[in-house]
């Protein structure tokens, strides 16, 4: 699901939730946040005036 802050700047972020079998039988629950790359948004143009 997606995690969104509530205060600025609103910061977005993915959390994956996985669950696979242990070699005991049971389950391992596997967290994973994810926040995109500050750097990660288009490149910006610049023109000469």
Same mark, same amino acid.
């Given at each position: 699901y997606r995690l969104r802050d509530? #205060? !600025?700047p609103f910061l977005e972020s993915v959390v994956t939730l996985q669950i696979v079998p242990d070699a005991g $039988? $049971?389950?391992?629950l596997r967290i994973?946040? #994810?926040?995109?790359? *500050?750097?990660?948004? !288009? !490149?910006?143009?610049?023109? *000469?005036a």
């Open positions: 509530d #205060q !600025p $039988g $049971g389950s391992l994973i946040h #994810q926040f995109d790359a *500050a750097n990660d948004g !288009p !490149p910006t143009v610049m023109r *000469a």
